[in-house]
């Protein structure tokens, strides 16, 4: 069984095993004006959905972007195209795919989305749905250069293992918040993009 396969069968299941990683995971290291974590205030939650892009390579990868320094929030990370929910957003699916045609221009029409994630709640009140789809390889994506830095792409494979997720500790308002981080080709992937990758490998028990 190919490993896209093996995801599309796990997505289709009603429940899974995996221990999901959501609380107690730090979105991402980014001080705000005041010097702290951005907050958007307590008990307010607000949707949000990614689009986690599967490229259909012999070897399969995964579409990452780097976004641009000079955003306010988590500039220079490595994250999924994607953002909140708008109100004329029919649902998650709706919205990643949105949000990755204006970020990278990549056309809706052009993923083959297999289903959803396990949803990811950060400390800095996101609810994030992950979206799981597959397209083509060698389509012609070209940044937003107003948010998107770079988009690349890295082995599906590589990103699953267990091995090279590296848990790192931060404190965070008096306490120790862990997250995870993944290192690839220069690039270091962590935070919310690096738990909803654990996450996934977590539902197909990979190993």
């Known amino acids: ?5 093996a995801i599309r069968n796990s997505l289709a299941e009603t429940s ?3 221990e999901l990683l ?19 205030g307590v008990g307010r ?18 579409l990452l972007t780097r976004r641009t320094e000079t955003l306010r929030r988590h500039a220079g990370q490595v994250a999924f195209p994607g953002g909140r929910l ?12 949105r949000e990755a045609q204006e970020e990278i221009a990549l056309e809706p029409a052009m993923v083959h ?28 994506l070209h940044p937003n250069e107003a948010e998107v830095a770079r988009v690349f ?16 500790a ?12 993944i290192n690839w080709d220069g690039e270091r992937i962590w935070g919310a993009t690096a738990a909803m990758i654990v996450n996934l490998g977590r539902r197909l028990a990979y190993s």
Request: charged content about 20%; glycine content about 10%; aromatic content about 6%.
């Open 1 to 5: 069984m190919s490993l896209i396969d």
């Open 86 to 97: 708008d109100p004329g957003d029919s649902g998650p699916i709706a919205a990643a795919l």
């Open 170 to 181: 931060v404190e965070w308002q008096g306490h120790n918040r862990h997250y995870y981080e």
């Open 153 to 168: 792409e890295a082995p599906l494979d590589v990103l699953l293992e267990p091995a090279n997720h590296i848990e790192q």
């Open 22 to 40: 959501m609380g107690d995971m730090v979105e991402g290291v980014h001080a705000d004006e005041q010097g702290g974590f951005p907050t958007l």
């Open 45 to 62: 939650v607000v949707p949000a959905a990614v689009l986690m892009a599967i490229v259909e390579r012999p070897r399969p990868t995964l």
């Open 16 to 18: 899974s095993a995996a």
């Open 113 to 140: 989305v297999l289903g959803t994630g396990d949803h990811y709640r950060t400390l800095t009140g996101f609810h994030v749905t992950p979206v799981i789809g597959v397209v083509p390889p060698d389509l012609p």
